[in-house]
């Protein structure tokens, strides 16, 4: 299941709406195939040229998908704005792919902050991680989780 969650800012007025986690129709059948009329990876990979060569690694280099596929929280190292971003692995023969993205801003390529769940609620772990973090807005380390906001979404 997804969670939709609200970051905002002790200090200024910065809120930012990220969703991560992944959607009941995510299952890696469905996600791999990209054959059907309208491969679900196509609206969650937006860059036509990730998608060909994911394309490619599964028909021709039997690249299989980890387990740990989903929306999660990048964030940019050039402006420090956070966005929410699809995670794909896979591995084949000689080697592994993981899809890269730019900063709509200033370009910056956007690093994953979230990584693999622990026994914390998601709100308390990303909560964790945020204090490590300026604002992009004020670049005080204030930035929080509004608990009272966080949505489900499948
Ligand atoms: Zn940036
Ligand atoms: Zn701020």
Redesign the pocket.
Known sequence: MGIGIIIR?K??D?SKNLQIGVGMMYAPHNILNLESKSPILKSLIPSKKTIEKIKMLIESKNAVLADDYGHYIYRCPGCNELFDRFFIHLDYDNGSFEPSYRCGKCRSTLERIDHNPDESSIEERIGKILTSFP?P????R??YVDSDCTLMWD
């Not at 807005?137 to 005080?140: M, R, T």
């Open positions: 800012c200090e200024c910065y604002c807005k004020c670049g005080s204030s930035l």
